[in-house]
């Protein structure tokens, strides 16, 4: 639900007479939603990966990147229009915590 996790896709963990008992839906999950967005769109730029992106889903390949596959990607090609749109919103409740706690601050020091 935060936002820091790549489904790679679905297996039948256990099954029974061939029909399949339990599904497992299988993740990648990165420290933030910036190091998700970057992996899934630098990725694709990457040879290293060979068009095998993530892997399947019994085995999946949730590897961050190395220095040099850092170094390679081109930034200018990601859209991060969906950090932005945190960023945005954080830096709004924000202000409007801090202008609150202002207002209040005023008014406690006009009522003394």
């Given at each position: 639900?935060?936002?820091?996790?790549?489904?790679?896709?679905?297996?039948?963990s256990s099954s029974?007479?061939?029909i399949c008992m339990t599904k497992r839906d299988v993740y990648c999950c990165f420290l933030s939603k910036l190091t998700?967005?970057?992996?899934?769109?630098?990725?694709?730029?990457?040879k290293a990966?060979?068009?095998n992106l993530w892997g399947s889903p019994k085995k999946p390949m949730c590897r961050g990147f190395t220095p040099e596959e850092f170094q390679?990607?081109?930034f200018s090609k990601m859209d991060l229009s969906e950090y932005y749109a945190d960023i945005e919103a954080r830096a709004q409740s924000d202000i409007q915590i801090d202008m609150k706690e202002r207002v209040n601050a005023y008014l406690k020091a006009v009522g003394e």
């Open positions: 639900d935060a936002g820091l996790c790549h489904k790679i896709g679905t297996y039948c029974f007479l061939g998700r967005i970057l992996q899934e769109q630098g990725r694709p730029q990457l990966f060979n068009g390679a990607l081109d």
